[in-house]
């Protein structure tokens, strides 16, 4: 049985934006009987958690050379810093209800303490992604940004986040990443 979700116009970020969530989880509901696609998801949603997809990552980088194995604790200590930033500073400024309490009952995933805006699941990979092809390179870039926007879209995929939270956690992200640029460009 699906979740329920607010109508529009009672969300706290407006009329609007809750009109934008409704429509692109509408969008979305088709997939969520897809069970390849539930199972995608599902996945890269626990994944996600920790930034463990982004963790995995850098390890098996690291384990290709030195140089990459410096960079991976970097991306690890980076990682840890981004999470610090949006789940007790950013995370904190905004007090906004998840679009259901536990995700969508159909999907087994972690229920999160914090708000639900903006997504931290969205917000690390976005931010990985930008470190990431930093690192390797702008023809990196669909494979790191693809692999961000399917671990970002999973958080709205099983309700655990509005759409509006994984765009907002993506955009934070990103510019976290093009904050620590000028340290990453020193590992290259």
Do not use: Y
């Not at 199972?39 to 384990?63: E, K, N, P, Q, Y």
């Not at 995370?91 to 903006?118: A, I, N, Q, Y």
């Amino acid at each position: 049985m699906a979740a329920t979700v607010e109508t529009p116009g009672t969300d706290s970020f407006g009329p609007n934006v809750a009109r934008l969530d409704a429509a692109l989880d509408r969008r979305l509901e088709p997939w969520r009987d897809s069970e390849l696609a539930s199972r995608v998801f599902t996945a890269a949603s626990h994944l996600g958690d920790w930034s463990l997809i982004w963790h995995l990552v850098g390890a098996a980088r690291g384990i290709t050379s030195e140089k990459r194995a410096a960079q991976a604790l970097a991306l690890s200590a980076l990682l840890g810093a981004e999470s610090l930033i949006v789940n007790q500073g950013v995370k904190r400024l905004f007090k906004r209800e998840r679009p259901t309490e536990s995700g969508d009952d159909r999907f087994d995933v972690r229920t999160p303490s914090t708000s639900s805006f903006p997504s931290g699941h969205a917000s690390a990979a976005a931010f990985a992604a930008t470190v990431l092809t930093t690192l390797d390179g702008k023809k990196s870039a669909p494979l790191w940004f693809g692999l961000a926007t399917v671990v970002g879209t999973s958080r709205a995929f099983v309700r655990i986040h509005h759409a509006s939270d994984v765009i907002g956690g993506a955009a934070v992200g990103v510019g976290l990443g093009l904050l620590a640029r000028p340290l990453v460009k020193k590992l290259r």
